[in-house]
């Protein structure tokens, strides 16, 4: 038997129904748009819109830059990103490109921040001489200038130049008194000019915390 045009148009409704489609608008959402459309342009003309830039400049994350850095607790080498504002580091966290630590950070990572702000953090070099009882705070000019200095004569009076290898005096250039000890901190970049400048200085003792 015929189906009726009736018979005919419910069939297309009651399929429509069953698979709406992804695009449709319904009424009511319609009616959001528009009021929402509306509310907006009337609060546009409500608001002073330089007065409310100005306002966000003291937001919690205005003029803050960051930088990425490494977490120096062990060898591990995990990554960091620290929050500055002004020259005060405001906050660190873990850094989620970091092909180490993928943003994780263990407990003493996470308490880095504490270790920075902390009140018995040393903020300049100290100095103790030989046979004194008590440390002095010094310059960091000038602890770079004793260091540099301390170097320099070492490595003189232990110069050896050359070294006996069967019948034959073979130049070698170390000396032996001297030792590097790189940071895990350190990035890959930081290691190799630490490299060329012990070589340069002479010494072959040159060992990494990663590897103790």
């Known amino acids: 038997m015929d189906e009726s045009p009736k018979d005919r148009l419910d069939g297309c409704e009651e399929h429509s129904e069953a698979r709406p489609s992804s695009s449709s608008v319904s009424r009511r959402e319609l009616l959001k748009l528009t009021l929402s459309g509306a509310a907006g342009l009337a609060l546009d003309g ?9 306002a966000t400049q003291e937001l919690k994350l205005s003029n803050v830059g960051e930088f990425t850095t490494s977490c120096n607790f062990c060898s591990c080498g995990c990554g960091m990103i620290a929050s500055v504002r002004g020259g005060k580091l405001i906050s660190m966290e873990g850094d989620y490109d970091h092909i180490v630590s993928r943003g994780s950070l263990c407990v003493k990572g996470i308490s880095m921040f504490a270790t920075h702000a902390s009140p018995k953090r040393l903020t300049k070099p100290l100095y103790r ?41 073979v130049p070698v250039n170390r000396t032996d008194a001297i030792a590097f000890l790189g940071g895990a901190q350190n990035t890959n ?24």
Request: glycine share 4%; hydrophobic share 40%; net charge negative.
């Open 46 to 54: 409500l608001v002073d819109v330089p007065v409310m830039r100005a």
């Open 129 to 169: 001489a030989p046979g004194s009882d008590h440390w002095e705070e010094m310059e960091w000019k000038d602890a770079a200038e004793k260091v540099a200095r301390k170097i320099h004569k070492i490595r003189n009076e232990t110069w050896v130049a050359t070294q006996k290898l069967g019948d034959k005096d």
């Open 189 to 212: 970049e930081e290691c190799y000019i630490f490299q060329k400048a012990s070589r340069l200085l002479g010494i072959p003792w040159v060992e990494h915390q990663a590897r103790l």
